[in-house]
């Protein structure tokens, strides 16, 4: 997602926003199909878009998703979100040739599929996001005199620590800690993800996909920017904080469950 033209009431300027994807080239002489993968990043980065373009405040400078680093993942992720759900399956879930909408049992199968390994993925990105912020929660006045020790050290004191799952990332390598520009905020899609889940609720519990429900949304959160802090965004359209429960449950996590 690219913004050409940011959203201001202050320039008067209506949003300009593109969405380009690069996806497989079918072989010669058929149809360009998505990947499940590849329709997840369309969903995702779409997210990016609607955030874009349903933009409405004053100043350029907080326009669309000019938000808070830890924040521009959530209404992304939330539009993510809506590939299963089946009102919208039954818009664009279609198969090219019959026209027969893709089977529930195969609905099915993906939400069973979604919690695979997710004991292995989450702890790995913990430790990733951990990492990440202990190198730059140093205050310069202590020396590292060894990278393995100090990262068993990071990961250890969040009882990450797990000798069977050694971490994925080391620090030579990991190059959102220095270089990608997240410095300290890797663990922002994690975080996104739990205001994400939290949303996803909220719309369960009111009735799910309706004009009143996206109104709220839109009007709370998708529309502000960053002109209001992020967590009293959240606030405003949740009710409350968010909650943690709907991330472990999805995550198939909770115990109870
Ligand atoms: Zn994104």
């Known amino acids: 997602m690219n913004s050409l033209v940011k959203q201001s009431k202050l320039l008067n300027q209506k949003p300009v926003v593109v969405n380009n994807m690069n ?50 993942e959530f209404p992304s992720q939330v539009n993510e979100m809506w590939i ?10 279609i198969h090219y040739q019959t026209g027969e909408r893709l089977p529930q049992a195969w609905v099915d199968k993906l939400h069973e599929s979604a919690t695979f390994n997710e004991g292995h993925a989450t702890t790995s990105y913990l430790s990733a996001a951990v990492l990440d912020l202990a ?33 994925r990332y080391r620090s030579t390598y990991f190059s959102h800690i220095f270089a990608g520009g997240y410095s300290a905020g890797y663990y922002g899609y994690i975080w996104s993800e739990v205001l994400d889940a939290d949303t996803v609720e909220w719309f369960k519990e009111n009735g799910g996909l309706n004009r009143k429900n996206g109104d709220h949304f839109r009007k709370a959160l998708m529309s502000r920017g960053g002109s209001v802090d992020s967590m009293q965004m959240f606030r405003n359209f949740r009710g409350r ?16 469950d």
């Open 23 to 72: 996806v497989s080239k079918p072989p010669q002489g058929e149809v360009t199909l998505l990947s499940y993968d590849e329709t997840t990043t369309l969903f995702h980065e779409f997210g990016h878009a609607i955030h874009g373009l349903l933009s409405d405040v004053t100043y350029p400078r907080v326009s669309g998703t000019a938000v808070q680093r830890d924040f521009v």
């Open 84 to 93: 299963l759900w089946p009102e919208v399956l039954d818009n664009y879930a």
């Open 135 to 167: 190198w730059h929660s140093l205050d310069g006045s202590q020396e590292i005199t060894s990278v393995e020790e100090f990262e068993k050290n990071a990961i250890r004191d969040y009882g990450l620590h797990y000798s069977p799952v050694p971490t």
């Open 241 to 256: 904080d968010a909650e943690i429960e709907p991330l472990l449950r999805r995550r198939g996590l909770l115990h109870n």
